[in-house]
């Protein structure tokens, strides 16, 4: 009898929470390339709720298969006030890179969580304390394009 392989492993869905930089620096290294519209973006203001439903490039799955993707709700909580820059959220159907999440920290865990999108755009959540939900929706699927994302150096 041989030992399990990790590549015999079971697929499951991601569903992790970030409360520090380094849990969002994990957060970021994930959602890096996830491509949204901004329709996917909604601010719920009653709820303090920031949601974003992107279609992340699955990284941690490395080159063991194809290309793949999923649909995954990106959550941010205890947000106070949402500014942006670059983007027209006014068009549902413009299409959105996410490249990356930064956090600056405030006074008594406050803090300006930061979304860079491709192109210049950004997002700034002001929050009252660093709370981040990402979360698996659906099953992975091969990737429309079939490539790796790549950035110029």
């Known amino acids: ?10 697929t499951r869905p991601l569903n992790l929470v970030a409360r520090d930089g380094d849990d969002l620096g994990v957060i970021s290294a994930l959602i890096q390339d996830a491509v949204l519209t901004a329709g996917d973006l909604r601010y719920t203001k009653s709820k303090r709720r920031f949601t974003l439903l992107i279609n992340r490039f699955r990284w941690e799955d490395g080159s063991a298969r194809s290309p793949e993707r999923v649909r995954s709700l990106l959550v941010v909580d205890d947000v106070t006030m949402v500014q942006g820059q670059g983007l027209d959220r006014t068009d549902p159907d413009l299409v959105l890179s996410l490249l990356s999440l930064g956090f600056a920290p405030g006074d008594d865990g406050t803090g300006l969580l930061t979304l860079t999108f491709a192109g210049d755009g950004a997002l700034a959540l002001a929050v009252e304390a660093l709370e981040i939900t990402l979360k698996d929706v659906t099953r992975p699927y091969l990737a429309p394009s079939r490539l790796v994302p790549k950035h110029p150096d």
């Open 1 to 10: 009898m041989a030992d399990a392989r990790f590549e015999d492993g079971e």
